[in-house]
């Protein structure tokens, strides 16, 4: 059985992440900004390999207003966050959040047997979801030709580019 997962395209509900020193990044203050939210885990070899190169097409592309956000929700993630950075030198922001929450998010059912990681939403500045990996994957949605493709589409649409605000504890 496969498992189901909302439309696209569609509002993108606010999330909050919660970051290492205990602040929080609310999606909903990203709007104008084009987002890749990216739920991961730190100890999967594919988001490892994700993040990387999000992180390239951050640098490339941050001041055009792309960001993405790493979303940790694997067992232990918090305490996993620091060095799962440091390791891979990520200059974007990572966070954590718990499993019913993330799945929630996604619009996952608690009870789908399978539902692999990196799961991918990106949000166009509008605050639109635009695309989103089924719960089960999709390797062509994980490839480096696809993210630079979302990006540049993403970014190529009308609106300027947001500040990144983080919320204070």
């Not at 203050?29 to 739920?39: I, M």
Request: proline share 8%.
């Amino acid at each position: 059985m496969l498992a189901a997962q909302p439309p696209v395209p569609r509002k993108a509900e606010d999330f909050r992440v919660t970051l290492p020193d205990g602040r929080y990044q609310d999606i909903a203050a990203l709007k104008g900004n084009v987002v890749a939210l990216c739920f991961i885990y730190t100890t999967c070899p594919h988001c490892q390999g994700m993040s990387v190169l999000m992180n390239q097409l951050y640098k490339e592309h941050s001041k055009e207003g792309f960001l993405p956000i790493d979303v940790a929700w694997n067992d232990g993630a918090k305490e996993a966050i620091a060095a799962f950075v440091q390791r891979f030198d990520l200059y974007m922001p990572v966070g954590y959040s718990d499993r019913s929450t993330v799945l929630g998010y996604l619009g996952i059912s608690l009870m789908d047997q399978r539902v692999v990681v990196p799961q991918i939403l990106w949000i166009d500045r509008k605050g639109m979801i635009r695309s989103q990996t089924p719960p089960t994957g999709d390797l062509s949605m994980l490839s480096e030709q696809y993210f630079r493709k979302m990006a540049a589409t993403l970014l190529a649409e009308p609106g300027p580019a947001a500040p990144h605000r983080i919320t204070k504890r």
